[in-house]
């Protein structure tokens, strides 16, 4: 690749996480999406989930970029921290977060899932919460990897929830 285009895909390689991301709730949607055309709510829950993976990977793989700052830098990689600084990715973890959790409180008002969710979703976002205000605090490596384990744990429990919640109603 020439130098002038590796400059101008290099300005957009620190948002890669955001396009991954979309690109993984289209492949979801686009799947759930016609499999189950019929069903007008189970359509709803597809498109809010795909919107929920969205929003949180971003969330979610910040804190690993944080993490691991110093090893991106010396590989090359553009990514948040290093282009943009820990601030800046700092605050980007929390507006995905925040986004993330609408959106779960969006699942539960329209869908016919029940407390079982609701109460994984309020309980591991309050944990994942906590972990990213600790990441603002403390500002280290293992704070950000605390925050990233956080994340996982949110978004695994959550969505075997919704199954247990789907089989039980």
């Keep these: 690749m020439d130098s002038e285009k590796d400059s101008q895909v290099r300005q957009f390689k620190w948002h890669i996480i955001v396009i991954a991301a979309t690109l993984a709730a289209v492949a979801f949607l686009a799947l759930f999406t016609k499999t189950f055309d019929e069903f007008e709510t189970v359509r709803q829950l597809v ?10 990977t971003p969330a979610h793989f ?18 948040m921290p290093v282009v943009r600084g820990n601030a800046v990715t700092r605050k980007h973890i929390t507006l995905y977060f925040a986004a993330t959790l609408s959106t779960a409180v969006v699942l539960t008002a329209i869908t016919d899932l029940g407390p079982l969710y609701a109460l994984a979703s309020v309980g591991l976002g309050a944990i994942f919460l906590w972990a990213i205000v600790r990441l603002h605090w403390e500002r280290t490596e293992s704070a ?20 247990v919640d789907a089989m039980v109603v």
């Design 47 to 56: 498109w809010l989930l795909g919107g929920l993976i969205f929003l949180w």
């Design 62 to 79: 910040y804190n690993l970029a944080l993490a691991y700052k110093e090893d991106y830098a010396r590989g090359g990689f553009p990514m």
């Design 144 to 163: 950000a990897m605390r925050a990233f384990h956080a994340s996982n744990a949110y978004l695994g429990i959550v969505l075997v929830t919704i199954v």
